[in-house]
């Protein structure tokens, strides 16, 4: 199952949500209690500004393709937005300045044909929290085929430079890091068993790494027949990523540097 019994506190601690089952806010100078919408919550993660909440939900699909990440307005406590991820989800991770939510799938439901069930996920998704169409998964990897030799994510933490995700992995007793560019595991570090928790104290003088552009040409993009004769790109963004995500028109700005014929713009 997902992760229960999250605590997330909003940037100025007024506000306190808690996950355990129905997701619930607390008033932290009254002590009033408030239910949400949300009635499966499990990992809880609150932007830097306050303004929103993410909670995971495994919805009322048993097969678990309606686990989703919910986006509430923490100013009305209404559901606003949703992640769907078609998967069991565990926990969650925020970018220090909220660009991005980290996701560890807990595992997906299978069929081979010869039966069906829960198996173990091995990656984490990474989603643009602007545009959430535009993903990537980090691939924790596994040590075979089998069911039991996949590297689930456990608890998921963001650099306060937001150069790198620390994911814990049970299974291997390691905690595996990946860049926020690349989103691939570049170093795994070994630590004690049993381990459940994981945490990355705060720095306020960090200074964020930022997001690496790829601006690949549209030479090989896929194009669109004109009849006036001249093939246009459908997207001059299709092909091109920041940080490791598709750019889209959310996270960049788009100028116009030259043209080799008056008619495109």
Not at 87 to 109: C, E, H, K, N
Not at 122 to 135: E, F, G, K, L
Not at 163 to 178: F, Q, W
Not at 243 to 258: C, D, E, P, Y
Request: hydrophobic share 45%; charged share 10%.
């Amino acid at each position: 199952g997902i992760t229960q019994g999250d605590i997330a506190f909003t940037p100025d601690g007024s506000r306190a949500y808690v996950a355990a089952g129905n997701l619930t806010m607390v008033d932290t100078a009254t002590h009033a209690v408030t239910t949400t919408a949300i009635n499966t919550a499990g990992s809880l993660a609150i932007a830097p500004n306050g303004l929103r909440l993410y909670a995971t939900t495994t919805g009322a699909d048993i097969f678990g393709s309606g686990g989703a990440v919910q986006i509430v307005d923490t100013a009305t406590n209404t559901v606003t937005g949703n992640i769907a991820l078609g998967a069991l989800p565990g926990s969650l991770g925020l970018a220090p300045d909220g660009s991005r939510i980290y996701v560890g799938i807990q595992a997906f439901w299978a069929d081979t044909g010869y039966g069906a069930a829960f198996m173990p996920g091995r990656i984490v998704m990474v989603y643009d929290t602007a545009n959430p169409s535009s993903s990537a998964a980090i691939d924790l990897g596994a040590a075979g085929a089998n069911w039991s030799l996949q590297n689930t994510a456990g608890r998921i933490a963001v650099t306060p430079n937001r150069a790198d995700v620390y994911v814990l992995v049970p299974r291997i007793n390691s905690v595996a890091v990946a860049s926020v560019n690349t989103n691939r595991v570049r170093l795994n570090i070994p630590v004690a068993s049993g381990l459940v928790g994981l945490a990355i104290g705060k720095d306020s003088s960090a200074v964020l790494v930022p997001y690496l552009i790829d601006a690949a040409d549209d030479i090989n993009a896929v194009a669109v027949p004109n009849t006036g004769g001249i093939n246009a790109i459908a997207n001059v963004l299709a092909n091109d990523t920041l940080g490791g995500l598709r750019a889209n028109v959310t996270s960049v700005t788009l100028t116009q540097v030259s043209s080799t014929t008056s008619g495109v713009t």
